[in-house]
């Protein structure tokens, strides 16, 4: 039904104008007829997006995963929610080409296995990519949900045009999705990115503890930025509650709030340090700043001023996440298009 | 001259065997007869090889570049020394096929420009590719010390075969050459792996003096474990002297010396886990340890000790180097091989 609507439009114009050309355009629509599911699997909730073939979200979905963070779990409602976007599509499950997931852990894209989330979902060794194209029978692919942030950044975000540059998520964990001669680049283990661990002048702890929020995180990500306001935190200090999250901590310093400030500050200096540290290896020319803390207006702000004041040779540029809480999910999309067309035999390269 | 004592051999074995293969060899040692040059600028010293076009070295000169470190005067020392090496080894001026030199500081390989070196040589922006080319009439090729260091190790070192790896050069100075996907990855801006500046949980400063020693470098490269030894020494916990080099500390340090063991493990600390934020943000599965610090066992050791009771997910593997101080100059020999083939046009990758 939606493929025939797909090929109304050139099938019009090959009648009234009768050129080559729109016959060619013809048979390109009906090759790209169909549809691709992007999905994104985090903490607390799955959010989903179907898309055309041009990648053009058309309709999403989210749900809740509080409570149902085992593999069995997220895979039924992917499954079922693939379901609902096609119904509400009015999309036969013939028009769906392929599906794409962002896990929030250590993914091998080759043999689509979780290798390991972290401590909140804790999967081990999850075939994810065999189950899910088990359960739809379409091509599917799998990545590390930073990985797909930072792929959909490069497609049409931020880092559009940017061969070599790091995405970074922060929110309640801490990641980087580096990009590197216009390709994610994912390391020997899979594991390239994981700065959370990140070990910094100022950072409490060391290496070894996997299964713990790491050094940086304990700074600066969400629950960090909550404890080290906890920690400074006084009633003669501050007519601010003891309980705040980070955004609203780093809200409450944009309207000039001196304990807020200070905050501010102390999570900006570490985050622009981590960001020299990476610099000081990959010397990337961007860093695209994600995530629900990552977004926050005031810390990239506070974090450029630091930046600019050190006047190093090659400083990286910040920019912020054009795509926002969307990034993840339109690298899923543009990801599912490249399993679609990689199926096709179209063979289409990612950049 | 030379070119005919190159042909000798498969010349020979045709008229005595009168096989295909033998003129075929023929051709191939006719057509790879020649020589290439591979220099190492350093501080103290300007090495130099000539090796055939298996990259073979057949003879090395070495000259003090004291008192001589502006690049007219290397450049001087690099044309007489090519000269020197051409009569010793009576070979004619155009058996010479290429030469590629290695520096201390950040070098653009594309347009053959030296953009920086630190502040021990204080270069800035010179074009050493063409003034070598105009000198020497052949292709010359130019790339950071570290770099060519982990070219020759992954060419015929402790690398081989290792598609993703980090080298870390620790001596005065301390820098990585990174490979990637087999290739070496030197940045946005040709600076890559400058980890000297790295900031670590007991590095003293911050970013934005890159005309000094950097906070790691001043911690375990060779001034540093100079420095560090000065501070924590007093004659009644020591009957050492005051003023030792790093590797004579570590020298101590292997035969039981107390104080000297301390400083021992307070470096490969450091090391430790300026290996461990390298890792975070690469996740390379090998780290090949050079340079004259980097090469002692007592710090190779220790460090290992260290990562190994870390026991953490897709630990590195450390390596010593196998090339020790002729890798900078093997990996020279490879890229002036390179460059030889690039311009006769027979377009031999890297790797």
Redesign the interface.
């Known amino acids: 039904m939606l493929d025939n609507n797909g090929k109304a439009g050139p099938e019009r114009m090959q009648i009234e104008n009768g050129k080559i050309a729109d016959v060619h355009s013809n048979a390109v629509a009906e090759k790209q007829s169909g549809y691709v599911v992007g999905v994104d699997v985090g903490g607390t909730s799955l959010r989903m997006a179907l898309a055309d073939m041009t990648g053009t979200p058309l309709i999403k979905s989210s749900t809740s995963t509080v409570g149902l963070r085992g593999p069995d779990a997220v895979l039924g409602l992917i499954v079922d929610g693939v379901r609902n976007l096609l119904t509400q599509a009015a999309a036969a499950p013939e028009a769906l080409k392929s599906i794409a997931v962002g896990v929030p852990g250590?993914t091998n894209t080759e043999d689509g296995v979780v290798i390991?989330t972290s401590y909140l979902m804790g999967w081990r060794n999850v075939p994810l990519k065999a189950l899910l194209e088990n359960e739809l029978h379409i091509p599917a692919a799998i990545d590390n949900d930073v990985n797909l942030a930072a792929i959909g950044e490069s497609w049409v975000g931020s880092a559009k045009g940017s061969?070599?540059f790091v995405f970074l998520a922060i929110g309640t964990g801490i990641g980087?999705g580096?990009v590197?001669n216009g390709r994610p680049?994912?390391?020997?283990?899979?594991?390239?990115?994981?700065?959370g661990?990140?070990?910094?002048?100022?950072?409490v702890g060391?290496?070894?503890k996997?299964h713990e929020p790491g050094p940086l995180e304990s700074m600066i990500g969400g629950e960090g930025i909550r404890e080290q306001w906890r920690r400074i935190w006084s009633a003669d200090k501050t007519s601010l509650p003891q309980e705040l999250t980070a955004t609203e901590i780093f809200d409450h310093a944009l309207r000039g709030e001196a304990l807020a400030q200070t905050l501010l500050q102390e999570s900006a200096s570490m985050l622009a340090?981590a960001i020299?540290?990476?610099s000081?290896?990959?010397?990337?020319?961007l860093f695209v700043l994600g995530g629900s803390i990552g977004l926050h207006p005031a810390l990239r702000d506070a974090v450029q001023s630091i930046v600019d004041?050190?006047?190093?040779?090659?400083c990286p540029r910040l920019a912020a996440s054009a795509l926002g809480t969307e990034a993840q999910l339109l690298g899923a999309i543009r990801t599912a298009l490249d399993a679609a067309h990689a199926s096709s035999g179209a063979g289409v390269a990612r950049n």
Chains 1, 2 share one sequence.
Not at 185 to 195: H, L, M, N, P, V
Not at 197 to 203: A, E, I, V
Not at 280 to 285: E, G, R
Request: a negative charge.
């Open positions: 250590v390991a061969q070599d980087a580096i590197l680049y994912r390391g020997s283990c899979w594991a390239a990115g994981e700065i661990y990140m070990l910094l002048p100022g950072t060391g290496p070894g996997s340090h020299y540290n990476i000081l290896v990959l010397n990337c020319s004041e050190w006047n190093i040779r090659a």
